[in-house]
């Protein structure tokens, strides 16, 4: 059939499956907005208040469903708006496409009204990017661009369309969607050189990341530490793998790690890492991570061996497949003194007073969890309540804690909120945030509140930006250069003012009978948490610092 | 550190030279010289790259670089295998006494003068790396107006192919 371009990005859309897109229209996308019109009950269309929250909306839309998210935007500023967005997706390997329009063919180059040379910007933040300069091209580089989100490490792929193109017409041959799959696992003797460096290890020790929640192995991993007695940690990004009560779980590793994870490292004599990168603030002490140990490092994605940290064996694959094929090879084994050693270890964990009278903020978050039901995901912005959350939330399932852990992008809760609740309408969604990120991108709320998406943020408000006075703390002296925010914002009054629900609420008891209520309420909330600015994330470990110079008060 | 020699075979699309580049500066990497050009393939390109480091940044470069999109494929090239050329394009400044000693010069370099005005002449010389350099170091010693060479290219002598 001849169809325009803007029909054929449609079409493309839903034969990829998309039923849902972010976005903000403009006039560089005017055509295919209007096939949107027309289009309503295939694909939903929903309208944020800026094109960051779109992007950030996208992402939360695939971390908590697995899908690829799709935003939509219009050309200069809309493409620049997006960056965070899609720059976010890329430091934490999210599936995304992103769809920009753009100046006529014909205008490119010449400083059109809201021109931007959107696919150079995007250049180092995406897998890969597109300029359509041919209709007829159109539908296989739309396919081209999912097929390459999806395939081997996932990432974010941008699309520019130039609005000529969205007119121009051409034959439109449909295609059904072949499923992308990473087929190469290592060959049999890589895997019986690992198998036998575990077999042969005392005292294993697995680290795993957000790869394994790409590829879907919580199976896998949970077999692998089960059946070989292996304790785990994991990076921000693999919150949620392990229940965290499970007594094999020794929590997060890194900057604000948990004690036992550190120690756990140091004390291990193999270290395999699965679908983990070593990032800066994981291994902060660079090649001095472990204490003379081997490690092996099972990836998607060949770069990552050897980046950050030599390793001594890896396997190249799908980590699910590879685990698939590693498994029978692995011994059973009880490891007994590893596993006193580390019951030790668990012991050695920081943790924080409780009061009855103060809000703290782990009590917030352990109320939290223990008022809302089991079908919870959490979002976060960045900062210490971004760390906190990574502490104390309990999840018990995979695509539950949506942070922006590469980037640490402030601003991106409330959009990847949105996109978790319309992924995943039966559960309850948190967003849990700081008075720093908060204003970033408040202006998610009247969106939610428009979409009536019942999402509950809690403000951890302590009047500062609360990671960097941290820092200041620790590395200058004290000396709180612009972090003390003396914003006299009330936050009842905006939540009503926005069409939510707001409260404010003094010590535990109140909190929990606010959260109560907002759970009952079914309406978007806002719940201020004042407190203290004093309140520091701890444990800490300094770049560079070893376990010894860890910081527990 | 150390020089090492890449061929990067790339779809011959638009901008597809920017991504190898983006990359480099992106990673931190140094490229000391650049050359690209089509190949026997209209579709195909290949750009040859210097690089100078060690082990660990080759090994990230030529994995870096195979992941993107329109790379078909990086080669680390062998140089005791192979067989590289640059092109040197150089302006000297002559005169009745000096016109004389570059052409010997170049003579004995197998360069050839390409052009001769009244107070300058063009020198062109093909050869290897260290050829060039060996060049330019005695044209040091005479008024050099301007010059411009090709960076490297480079194919491995067996019969194989990248």
């Known amino acids: ?553 | 550190m150390k020089r090492y020699i890449l061929s990067v075979l790339v779809q011959n699309n638009p901008g597809v030279l920017a991504r190898v580049a983006s990359l480099f500066g992106r990673r931190g990497y140094n490229i000391d010289s650049l050359t690209v050009s089509e190949t026997n393939n209209p579709g195909i390109s290949i750009i040859t790259l210097t690089v100078t480091g060690d082990e660990n940044i080759l090994e990230q470069i030529i994995k870096q670089a195979s992941k993107l999109e329109e790379v078909i494929k990086v080669h680390h090239i062998q140089e005791q295998h192979a067989l590289s050329r640059e092109l040197l394009l150089i302006k000297m400044k002559i005169d009745s006494e000096t016109r004389t000693s570059l052409r010997e010069i170049s003579e004995i370099y197998e360069a050839k003068i390409v052009d001769l005005a009244p107070a300058s002449m063009i020198i062109e010389l093909t050869g290897t790396t260290q050829n060039i350099d060996a060049f330019l170091g005695i044209m040091k010693d005479f008024t050099i107006i301007e010059m411009c060479r090709t960076g490297v290219t480079a194919l491995e002598k067996d019969s194989s192919k990248i």
């Open chain 1, 1 to 553: 059939m001849m169809l325009n371009g803007a029909q054929i990005v449609i079409e493309v859309l839903a034969e990829q499956g998309v039923d849902i897109i972010f976005g903000y229209p403009g006039g560089a996308v005017l055509n295919i907005y209007d096939e949107l019109f027309d289009n309503q009950h295939r694909i939903r269309h929903i309208l944020t208040s800026h094109e960051q929250g779109a992007a950030h909306a996208a992402d939360g839309y695939s971390r908590a469903t697995g899908k690829t998210g799709v935003v939509l935007a219009t050309s200069g500023p809309g493409a620049t708006n997006l960056v965070t967005g899609i720059a976010t997706a890329f430091m934490d390997s999210i599936p995304m496409v992103a769809i920009t329009g753009n100046v006529n063919t014909d205008s490119i180059g010449k400083d059109c009204f809201q021109e931007v040379y959107t696919v150079g910007i995007t250049l180092p933040i995406t897998k890969h990017n597109f300029v359509v300069r041919d209709v007829t091209k159109l539908a296989d580089t739309l396919r081209e661009a999912f097929r390459i989100a999806k395939t081997g490490r996932p990432g974010p792929v941008l699309v520019d369309i130039p609005k000529d193109i969205t007119v121009a017409r051409c034959e439109f041959y449909p295609q059904k969607t072949v499923e992308v799959e990473n087929v190469y696992v290592p060959d049999d003797q890589q895997l019986n050189t690992v198998a036998e460096a575990i077999n042969n290890s005392e005292r294993p020790l697995l680290y795993y990341g957000g790869g394994v929640i790409s590829s879907g192995a919580y199976k896998q991993i949970l077999d692998l530490i089960k059946r070989g007695n292996i304790p785990a940690i994991h990076s921000v990004m693999g919150k949620g793998v392990m229940a965290y009560d499970d007594p094999m779980n020794l929590g997060m590793i890194g900057m604000h790690g948990s004690v036992a994870a550190m120690l756990a490292v140091k004390k291990t004599d193999l270290l395999i890492a699965v679908g983990a990168r070593f990032s800066d603030r994981t291994a902060n002490n660079g090649e001095n991570f472990v204490n003379n140990a081997k490690i092996i490092q099972i990836d998607i994605d060949d770069c990552e061996i050897n980046k950050n940290i030599p390793v001594d064996h890896s396997l190249i694959g799908d980590v699910k497949k590879v685990l698939e094929s590693l498994l029978p090879k692995i011994e059973t084994k009880k490891r007994t003194l590893w596993m006193e050693e580390i019951a030790d270890i668990k012991k050695q964990d920081y943790t924080p007073t409780e009061t009855e009278d103060k809000l703290k903020p782990h009590q917030i978050i352990e109320d939290m969890y223990q008022l809302c039901p089991e079908k919870l995901i959490v979002t976060t912005d960045v900062g210490q309540h971004q760390m906190w959350a990574a502490q104390y939330c309990k999840s018990k399932r995979p695509r539950s804690f949506l942070t922006s852990a590469g980037l640490g992008a402030m601003g991106f809760g409330y959009g990847a909120a949105i996109g978790a609740k319309l992924g995943c309408p039966d559960h309850t969604v948190v967003h849990i945030t700081g008075d720093g990120s908060f204003h970033m991108n408040m202006n998610g709320v009247p969106t939610a509140v428009t979409y009536k998406l019942p999402i509950i943020t809690i403000v951890l408000n302590n009047n500062a930006l609360g990671m960097v006075r941290q820092l200041q703390k620790v590395y200058c002296k004290s000396r709180f250069s612009s972090t003390l925010l003396q914003k006299q914002t009330d936050y009842v009054k905006l939540a009503d003012a926005f069409g939510a629900l707001g409260f404010r609420v003094e010590t535990p008891k109140e909190f929990k009978a606010a959260l109560k209520e907002a759970l009952k309420s079914n309406k978007s909330c806002i719940i201020e948490c004042p407190i203290d600015c004093e309140e520091q994330v701890l444990p800490m470990m300094p770049a560079g610092a070893t376990v010894e110079d860890i910081i527990i008060e």
